[in-house]
Nanobody, 120 residues
Framework: QVQLVESGGGLVQAGGSLRLSCVAS????????MGWYRQAPEKQRELVAG???????NYTDSVKGRFTISRDNAKNAVYLQMNSLKAEDTAVYYC??????????????WGQGTQVTVSS
């Protein structure tokens, strides 16, 4: 079983920055893809950014050029650097981690969520 602990959310003014962290712990085999999702009130959860084990990244269009996802495989951690924040970035942010286990089974785990609020 894998546990995820997120940190780094908070309240920031428009134009400011925040850095989210998510660390996986527990009985871990191989962490594969990692990503950040967000869910605003009355909206569906959406992918913000993803990163493969090899470091290939993808971003939703609205955050390109402002957000940067990175990971530290040795620490089983994924980060999201958020710059030039806008009011529309306000949401609960969740990390998602994939794990490959012996036999080829793939499991996905979610963090507890961290609130990001951007005041305009």
């Amino acid at each position: 079983q894998v546990q995820l602990v997120e940190s780094g959310g908070g309240l920031v003014q428009a134009g400011g920055s925040l850095r989210l962290s998510c660390v996986a712990s527990g009985s871990i085999f191989t962490i594969t893809a990692m990503g950040w999702y967000r869910q605003a009130p009355e909206k569906q959860r959406e992918l913000v950014a993803g990163i493969t084990r090899g470091g290939r990244t993808n971003y939703t269009d609205s955050v390109k050029g402002r957000f940067t996802i990175s990971r530290d495989n040795a620490k089983n951690a994924v980060y999201l650097q958020m710059n030039s924040l806008k009011a529309e970035d306000t949401a609960v942010y969740y990390c998602k981690v994939g794990e490959n286990r012996p036999g080829g089974f793939e499991y996905n785990y979610w963090g507890q969520g961290t609130q990001v609020t951007v005041s305009s």
